[in-house]
T-cell receptor, first 112, second 115 residues
Framework: NAGVTQTPKFQVLKTGQSMTLQCAQD?????MSWYRQDPGMGLRLIHY???????DQGEVPNGYNVSRSTTEDFPLRLLSAAPSQTSVYFC???????????FGSGTQLSVL | GNSVTQMEGPVTLSEEAFLTINCTYT??????LFWYVQYPGEGLQLLLK?????DKGSNKGFEATYRKETTSFHLEKGSVQVSDSAVYFC??????????????FGQGTTLQVKP
């Protein structure tokens, strides 16, 4: 019963490096999304997807890319990391029409 | 635009004390309201929800009532336990939105319960 799985749990990058945060869910959820969590600011939506092949921008999309080639996977790409992207990142999914989001356990990213 | 404001933490209580975490919102239309909880080292979990005015959501001894007249959704529990120590997030989803995941979150309130 894996639910939403995020990897890695921790990552340290240098400014300008690129990386991909992985997210996979095994619940056949149509909807998937990425949030970042910063102290005093709650969670802010980066990108979301309502199904394979469909993605859209959230509140803070700049500096991040996403794609959704399968229902299960929704990777988040940082093309050129910046210190402002130091944060905890959460992936979440839900069934279409459901108001309950299922969250992964998060990825703590530090950009030096 | 839509927004959620929570009381600042941390909130420190003794076991069996009464808990209130304030949450107010700004939204057009008729939003759905939620409380999510984040235990240490874990992702967020839905705690309770209310979808229309005067609805009361409840779960695990926690309650919150959707008050449209005061635009509030305060979280309460009559007797907290050490195991309730966590970060609590108030959130809303705008009325009429078909996108269930586009939640707007408050900044979170840390609760610490001491034995």
């Amino acid at each position: 019963n894996a639910g939403v799985t995020q990897t890695p749990k921790f990552q340290v990058l240098k400014t300008g490096q690129s990386m991909t945060l992985q997210c996979a869910q095994d619940m056949n959820h149509e909807y998937m999304s990425w949030y970042r969590q910063d102290p005093g600011m709650g969670l802010r939506l980066i990108h979301y997807s309502v199904g394979a092949g469909i993605t859209d921008q959230g509140e803070v999309p700049n500096g991040y890319n996403v794609s959704r080639s399968t229902t299960e996977d929704f990777p988040l790409r940082l093309l050129s990391a910046a210190p402002s992207q130091t944060s905890v990142y959460f992936c979440a999914s839900s069934r279409t029409g459901s108001e309950k989001l299922f969250f992964g356990s998060g990825t703590q990213l530090s950009v030096l | 635009g839509n927004s959620v404001t929570q009381m600042e933490g941390p909130v420190t209580l003794s076991e069996e004390a009464f808990l209130t975490i304030n949450c107010t919102y700004t939204a057009t239309g008729y939003p759905s309201l939620f409380w999510y909880v984040q235990y240490p080292g874990e992702g967020l979990q839905l705690l309770l929800k209310a979808t229309k005015a005067d609805d009361k959501g409840s779960n695990k001894g926690f309650e919150a009532t959707y008050r449209k007249e005061t635009t509030s959704f305060h979280l309460e529990k009559g007797s907290v336990q050490v195991s309730d120590s966590a970060v609590y997030f108030c959130a809303l989803r705008g009325g009429g939105s078909s996108n269930t995941g586009k939640l707007i979150f408050g900044q979170g309130t840390t609760l610490q319960v001491k034995p």
